[in-house]
């Protein structure tokens, strides 16, 4: 058997999850009901995100927590269907405490990009392409 190529659930393990499910929640996220005091899910289209305490995510993994980094190696993603959509998400996580770290600006592919930092330091990539479609749940196509 292979693994399925499909992402269902990305986990961030947040330092503290009441204050980073606040900022989740100011953007305006639908919570899922099973959410706790140490773990918070979000409905997403296609995929869900978790908020679990970053120790324990640790624990569980049989990995090392380790010291946190500046930029950790990934980025988060949400594409968007409108160009001017990119603007107003920006907006949106700014007004929820989200550090701007690219201003949203039209890129060399065609498309208009930018990137926020929530208050742990993941970033999100918010992005409009012209050529993206999407299904009925807002998932991304890519043939």
């Known amino acids: ?17 009441a204050a980073l499910a606040q900022f989740y929640d100011a953007l305006g996220w639908p919570r899922g009901q099973s959410s706790a005091d140490d773990f918070v899910i979000y409905r997403m289209a296609g995929a869900v ?11 569980d993994g049989h990995v090392e927590a380790g010291p946190i980094s500046d930029y950790r190696g990934v980025t988060f993603g949400v594409n968007v269907e409108r160009k001017d959509q990119v603007d107003e998400a920006i907006a949106t996580a700014q007004g929820a405490g989200a550090v701007v770290t690219k201003a949203p600006e039209d890129a060399f592919w065609g498309g208009r990009s930018a990137y926020f930092a929530d208050p742990e330091g993941n970033l999100w990539e918010v992005a409009w392409a012209p ?13």
């Open 131 to 143: 050529l993206f479609k999407f299904d009925e749940r807002g998932s991304l196509i890519v043939d």
């Open 49 to 59: 995100l978790a908020l679990y305490p970053r120790d324990t995510l640790a624990e």
């Open 1 to 17: 058997m292979s693994i399925p190529a499909r992402v269902n659930v990305v986990t961030i393990g947040a330092r503290d999850v």
